[in-house]
């Protein structure tokens, strides 16, 4: 056949046929073929390891040509192991040594290295099954029968591990202290995490599949995922398996995770959510809240400033790691065409892998609280009352805003008075700069 890379020759120093590779292969690899031959020795041991050492370089290039094994021993190719796999080379090492005595399954051809670098392919470039077979030379049947018993395995293993699961810290006092040096103020209180919403796209296949309780105000079929996130950008809980027609705040509040929030604690949300003292702290309506809708040129009110404040925290969390978490696995951009409970898997499995880079490379036994609502229906996708924003919730609110805006007048006269103390005239003229 012409299109086969391997070509069967005659055999230089015996009439046996044996099946010889190109040249190009071994170059490719940067190997070159190994003969060693002795005159002093016989002509048949000369004969049994020319047949013993060609049968093992053929093996070796066998192996070698499969391209997993070729990008995990190159000792020249561990960018591109990272951009193939979303991880480096030591964090996969590392992943599977963790995993690998909960895997009781085993397959005849593929190593366990090669499923599982195919199904972390899978699930971070968001191609098809056909694209994972072609780039990784692993059978798509063979990702399709395993890909849910390999994550369910990451999901339990590293929730076992402290640092890498999803849910609260032990010391919740601690984690409030790093909100409060993030933010530079104590005014907002024992916050401990910051959530919101997020959609990823599906198309189920399920029987029971319905699309138009799938379908979101932007027109396409999807989950509403929850998540919050501490102030290292690692996850703390999430809400999966709501359908895109409902509202951040009722799905939010039909889970687990709203009923059992720790008291006394804070979580920052956005616009999408009603104020709830002391649980939820949401901005002010009908008031500027992302950066390009402030004007820096005046002077911000109470309530521009707390707004401004809040989204600075906020965003610079929750968002961020939102981002990171869909770039670095982009089947959620691209969407499921998988069955609810696989896509359930893919969602909690790459949460917690995120947690698991993120404590390793930086940004870099709990209560569980529960980051599974599958079942969780929401019909109505219209936006609840928010009649729990006045009263006490609302006072609230204004302490703090009111608080905010004293602390900022206070930083402003101190930076003023220090700059007129300076007798270098371009320093007053810089320190008039920043207080514009």
């Known amino acids: 056949d012409d299109d086969d890379d391997d070509e069967v020759t005659q055999c230089k120093d015996c009439d046996c046929d044996l099946e010889h590779g190109s040249d190009d292969i071994f170059k490719m690899f940067g190997e070159d073929e190994a003969e060693t031959e002795d005159e002093d020795e016989g002509e048949d041991e000369r004969h049994e390891k020319h047949l013993l050492q060609r049968g093992t370089r053929l093996r070796q290039m066998k192996e070698e040509k499969r391209r997993f094994h070729y990008l995990y021993h190159s000792s020249s ?50 191609v098809s099954l056909y694209n994972v077979e072609d780039a990784m030379d692993v059978g798509r049947t063979v990702i399709q029968n395993n890909i849910g018993k390999y994550l369910s395995v990451i999901i339990d293993v590293l929730q076992e591990h402290k640092e890498f699961s999803v849910s609260f810290p032990d010391d919740l006092d601690e984690e409030a202290l790093k909100w409060t040096k993030a933010a530079r103020t104590d005014a907002f209180g024992k916050v401990i995490c910051a959530a919101d919403g997020t959609l990823v796209k599906c198309r189920l296949r399920d029987k029971d599949f319905k699309p138009a309780l799938y379908r979101c105000r932007k027109g396409f079929t999807c989950f509403n995922i929850i998540v919050g996130v501490g ?42 959510i009603g104020l709830e003292a002391p649980k939820i ?60 409970e696989t896509a359930t898997l893919i969602i909690r499995a790459t949460a ?41 919730s609302n006072r609230w609110r204004d302490r703090i805003s009111t608080t905010l805006k004293h602390q900022h007048e206070q930083l402003r006269q101190a930076v003023k008075d220090s700059a007129i103390k300076l007798s270098n005239i371009k320093s007053v003229k810089y320190a008039h700069a920043v207080l514009k």
């Not at 969390?317 to 959620?332: H, P, S």
């Open 77 to 126: 190719t561990n960018e591109h192991f990272k951009k193939c796999f979303r991880m480096s080379k030591e964090d996969f090492t590392h992943l599977f040594s963790i995993i690998e005595p909960k895997l009781d399954v085993d397959h005849k051809k593929y190593t366990r290295e090669e499923i599982l670098g195919s199904i972390l392919y899978f699930i971070g470039h968001g």
């Open 231 to 272: 102030a290292d950008r690692k996850f703390q809980f999430l809400v999966t398996g709501a359908e895109g027609c409902g509202h951040d705040a009722r799905v939010f509040k039909a889970s687990s995770t709203y009923k059992r929030f720790p008291k006394g604690y804070t979580m920052l949300w956005d616009n999408g």
């Open 281 to 340: 702290l949401a901005p002010y309506l009908n008031t500027a809240y992302h950066l390009n809708e402030f004007d820096f040129t005046k002077q911000f009110t109470e309530h521009e400033l707390f707004n401004l404040r809040h989204a600075t925290l906020r965003a610079s969390r929750v968002e961020c790691a939102i981002g990171v978490w869909k770039m670095r696995f982009r089947i959620l951009i691209s969407g499921f065409d998988t069955k609810r």
């Open 352 to 392: 917690r892998l995120h947690n698991f880079l993120t404590q390793r490379n930086g940004w870099t036994d709990s209560e569980d609280f529960g980051d599974d609502d599958s079942g969780l229906i929401v019909f109505d996708d219209t936006t609840p009352q928010m009649a729990h924003q006045q009263g006490a």
